[in-house]
């Protein structure tokens, strides 16, 4: 890719980044270390970005546009350096630049330490979404928190996984800018009094115990080749009282320093998902901290343009990442409410109107709710609002259905069966005036089942934006060999319309083309490999089939399927060495929740499977197994590029989309997979003959359960699997413990609540297809093209134009740099 000269008029790049190693990261070009050239360099990119986000800002203030608000509990942006220089058209002026000063761009980019401000899926979804908004020219500012830890580093040690604190800021942020003076407060606990004013009107006056500030850290999120760049602003907590020492006596002023830790602990550290006990007061405490900072700004903002109140939801489109961001109903109706003084009615209208909500889960337990103690004592003023919404709704529902007394406490905002919680889902489905899921399949099955009430009452609501995910950072920067290889095959308009990779397809069958796709997948797994053996030790064989499953372990994702395929193949090896197994490297990443015993067994069982499998000379290295410790964002750009295989094979209904899999067919993998989530329309795009499709559909699924599921029954049924489980049991893979996997094995055998034994036969039969598929080397080129050539649908440029036409109602904006 050429890169397009940027910024002609200001001096040589080399210069720019001289000047702020000496002036911003104080050092002088002798004594740098490549960490403060690092340093310099984010600094010189973060000025060309910054100059685009003031002409970017300044059309906004101007022009009569509306801001799309994306709210999210996680943003899970990556490293920022190269994404950057990507999305500016200056990857080349700044390793020119850099080889001036005698550094290599590439190791510089290795420094860069990656923000982990989210889980997994849900907040790489809101990044690809702030790219495409950016480069869509759309206006919009993603909303978020701050946190001082983000998600925790996964170490391996004897098999285990352990967790060390993430230190993402030790060393610095060159991206950010913190703005002390854009700040709010934010109350808690305490008490409300109702109150009759001058004009006779009710009014009611929150007296909190305690309040809180938020301070706003912006972060420059440039467009792929467009002057708009946006910002993600993240709230930092801080205490509000700047204590003065002289009012103090020796126990006020330990009482005031400590307020000010718990004041400073509310942006701390991000939660995991999948944690037993995640209702915690704190958790509740940082949605509600954000989400209002985040409101009060966009007030703010729309005071600053001189806009009145009534304008507010032609001026912003807020969509709800789930339904952590949910307290925004309340908040919303209280700042309207209390604050700027607006009737209920026109309140609720301006509320449902502003807000989205889009759904990313089915799984019960995972729909949030709180406990009503916990809800009354931190957040009264906000509780009494949600009371309010919640006699009005049910008198709806009344009126709709009269005498369905069942429904009207299905439906409640409040589930009063056992101890009393808000139900969030509820809130935000009431609050919003779109609902959406984010498959297909997904969005079906909420209509459904968890939503099913509210998709009667409110069908209008109802929507479907399949995810997408950016081709900026998941194919043109993590795979340039493709990328290139693209341009010089079909031209670059692919980069802005990922549908122009159908173009592809015409190619499918050229030798040379075939030739060239082959060469590139190679390199690219010679990188894996390298990167494999220095994390792990682990040798493995860059023409070996890679299989890879990277994503978060869960019993739902069934990492333990895969596993049990493994055991049954080497079984089978070891018993007929002679058998012609085309030789398979299986890679596995991805982190459990701390609190999550099973899915960190799931972890010891894949290492103690790679320590069997890949120390027996019987196999003559045909069969390596590998877990690559660490997954993140960066890891996922060196692995996405180098697979042959895609595991996306979760139980039918439980994954909501998937994103893992966009990238991995994006990149010229085939997918080995249930019908769930986006793989069902990852088929339909690719085409059947391009999808290795096994296992029960979510009807099956349903009905099984239904039926009542006899996991022993398939046991019985399956000398294979009945093996696989003895030698788990026996302490084949745990160095002789018998008792290591027990609930692991338990689980599975008497429960199963994830039918992975049920899915068993299939997934092995399907398996064998890929084997031989493989064999034929020209036919499997030819479907990997094929997958690439139709991933169009799955950018979340895509995605982006489906928000902006369909629920937000925005415009691109186009920004000219040359500002009056
Ligand atoms: C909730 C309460 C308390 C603490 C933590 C949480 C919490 C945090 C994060 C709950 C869930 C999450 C993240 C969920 C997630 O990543 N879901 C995934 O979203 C993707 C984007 O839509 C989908 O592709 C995946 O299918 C879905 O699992």
């Given at each position: 890719m050429n890169d397009a000269p940027t910024d002609a008029s200001t001096a040589p790049f080399h210069q720019d980044v001289v000047r702020n190693l000496i002036c911003r990261q104080a050092r002088y070009p002798d004594v740098a270390t490549p960490h403060d050239w690092y340093m310099a360099l984010a600094y010189s990119v973060q000025g060309r970005m910054l100059a685009r986000w003031a002409a970017s800002t300044k059309t906004y203030a101007a022009r009569d546009v509306k801001v799309a608000c994306y709210l999210s509990a996680e943003f899970l942006i990556g490293p920022q350096l190269g994404n950057s220089l990507l999305n500016l058209g200056m990857q080349a002026e700044a390793r020119d630049a850099m080889r001036v000063l005698g550094q290599d761009l590439d190791a510089l980019l290795a420094l860069e330490e990656e923000p982990g401000l989210g889980n997994g899926g849900l907040g790489r979804l809101a990044a690809c979404y702030l790219d495409s908004l950016a480069t869509l020219e759309i206006p919009a500012i993603g909303y978020g928190i701050r946190y001082e830890f983000g998600i925790f580093d996964q170490q391996i040690r004897d098999g285990w996984q352990v967790e060390c604190t993430d230190k993402w800021l030790q060393k610095g942020n060159p991206w950010e800018i913190v703005r002390y003076d854009v700040g709010y407060y934010v109350s808690f606990g305490g008490h409300t009094e109702s109150t009759t004013d001058a004009e006779g009107r009710l009014r009611v006056r929150w007296i909190p115990s305690r309040q809180v500030k938020g301070v706003a850290c912006d972060m420059p999120m440039q467009g792929y080749r467009v002057n708009t760049c946006n910002m993600l602003r993240l709230w930092k907590s801080e205490a509000v009282e700047s204590f003065d020492f002289q009012d103090f006596n020796a126990g006020q002023y330990y009482q005031a320093v400590e307020e000010k830790v718990v004041s400073e602990t509310l942006s701390k550290v991000l939660y995991p998902n999948d944690e037993p006990d995640a209702g915690k007061r704190l958790r509740l405490a940082q949605q509600y901290f954000f989400v209002s900072c985040s409101l009060q700004d966009m007030l703010r903002l729309m005071d600053a343009k001189g806009t009145s109140i009534e304008k507010f939801a032609d001026l912003f489109a807020a969509q709800l990442n789930d339904t952590h961001p949910s307290i925004a109903?309340?908040?919303?109706?209280?700042?309207?409410?209390?604050?700027?003084?607006?009737?209920?009615?026109?309140?609720?209208?301006?509320?449902?109107?502003?807000?989205?909500?889009?759904?990313?889960?089915?799984?019960?337990?995972?729909?949030?709710?709180?406990?009503?103690?916990?809800?009354?004592?931190?957040?009264?003023?906000?509780?009494?609002?949600?009371?309010?919404?919640?006699?009005?709704?049910?008198?709806?529902?009344?009126?709709?259905?009269?005498?369905?007394?069942?429904?009207?406490?299905?439906?409640?905002?409040?589930?009063?069966?056992?101890?009393?919680?808000?139900?969030?889902?509820?809130?935000?489905?009431?609050?919003?005036?779109?609902?959406?899921?984010?498959?297909?399949?997904?969005?079906?099955?909420?209509?459904?089942?968890?939503?099913?009430?509210?998709?009667?009452?409110?069908?209008?609501?109802?929507?479907?934006?399949?995810?997408?995910?950016?081709?900026?950072?998941?194919?043109?920067?993590?795979?340039?060999?493709?990328?290139?290889?693209?341009?010089?095959?079909?031209?670059?308009?692919?980069?802005?319309?990922?549908?122009?990779?159908?173009?592809?397809?015409?190619?499918?069958?050229?030798?040379?083309?075939?030739?060239?796709?082959?060469?590139?997948?190679?390199?690219?797994?010679?990188?894996?490999?390298?990167?494999?053996?220095?994390?792990?030790?682990?040798?493995?064989?860059?023409?070996?089939?890679?299989?890879?499953?990277?994503?978060?372990?869960?019993?739902?994702?069934?990492?333990?399927?895969?596993?049990?395929?493994?055991?049954?193949?080497?079984?089978?090896?070891?018993?007929?060495?002679?058998?012609?197994?085309?030789?398979?490297?299986?890679?596995?990443?991805?982190?459990?929740?701390?609190?999550?015993?099973?899915?960190?067994?799931?972890?010891?069982?894949?290492?103690?499977?790679?320590?069997?499998?890949?120390?027996?000379?019987?196999?003559?290295?045909?069969?390596?197994?590998?877990?690559?410790?660490?997954f993140n964002v960066k890891n996922g750009h060196w692995i996405y590029p180098a697979a042959d295989l895609s595991e996306q094979i979760s139980t039918a209904g439980k994954e909501a989309s998937g994103t893992g899999n966009m990238k991995f067919m994006i990149n010229g993998a085939l997918t080995i997979g249930t019908l769930d989530g986006a793989n069902v329309e990852i088929r339909e795009e690719a085409g059947a003959e391009n999808f290795f499709l096994f296992g029960l559909t979510a009807q099956q699924v349903e009905e099984l359960k239904a039926s009542g599921y006899r996991p022993a029954d398939y046991l019985q049924r399956n000398d294979a699997l009945r093996d696989a489980l003895e030698q788990i049991a026996q302490g084949r893979f745990s160095r002789g413990d018998t008792e290591m996997f027990r609930p692991l094995l338990d689980n599975l055998v008497h429960h199963d609540p994830f039918l992975v034994l049920a899915d068993f036969a299939a997934y092995v039969e399907c398996q064998e297809q890929v084997s031989d598929a493989w064999r034929d080397a020209r036919q499997w080129t030819r479907m990997s093209i094929m997958n690439t050539a139709h991933s169009g649908k799955f950018s979340s440029d895509r995605a982006i134009a489906e928000y902006c036409a369909r629920i937000w109602n925005t415009r691109a904006v186009r920004i000219d740099l040359a500002q009056p």
């Open positions: 109903v309340a908040e919303l109706m209280r700042l309207l409410i209390d604050e700027r003084l607006l009737s209920w009615d026109a309140a609720w209208d301006l509320t449902q109107r502003t807000l989205a909500y889009t759904n990313h889960t089915l799984l019960p337990e995972a729909l949030e709710t709180w406990g009503l103690p916990l809800f009354a004592s931190l957040l009264p003023r906000p509780l009494e609002i949600i009371y309010e919404i919640n006699r009005r709704f049910l008198d709806d529902v009344r009126r709709r259905f009269p005498g369905d007394d069942a429904r009207v406490a299905r439906m409640s905002l409040i589930d009063e069966a056992g101890a009393k919680k808000v139900r969030m889902a509820h809130l935000a489905s009431v609050g919003s005036h779109s609902v959406n899921g984010v498959a297909a399949l997904h969005s079906d099955l909420l209509k459904r089942t968890v939503l099913r009430d509210f998709a009667e009452m409110y069908p209008e609501r109802f929507l479907n934006v399949t995810n997408g995910v950016t081709p900026r950072r998941f194919l043109m920067l993590s795979n340039p060999g493709l990328a290139r290889l693209l341009d010089a095959t079909i031209g670059t308009d692919w980069t802005r319309d990922l549908a122009r990779l159908d173009a592809l397809a015409a190619h499918a069958g050229d030798a040379a083309f075939h030739d060239a796709w082959r060469a590139i997948r190679r390199e690219n797994k010679a990188a894996l490999a390298a990167r494999i053996a220095a994390e792990t030790g682990i040798a493995v064989d860059p023409d070996a089939l890679f299989d890879i499953q990277v994503k978060r372990i869960h019993e739902y994702k069934r990492q333990h399927l895969n596993a049990l395929y493994i055991i049954d193949l080497y079984n089978r090896l070891r018993r007929h060495p002679e058998l012609d197994v085309a030789p398979r490297c299986f890679v596995f990443g991805g982190k459990a929740a701390p609190g999550y015993a099973m899915a960190k067994l799931m972890i010891r069982l894949i290492n103690g499977i790679a320590e069997v499998v890949n120390s027996d000379p019987a196999l003559d290295g045909r069969l390596k197994v590998v877990f690559y410790p660490d």
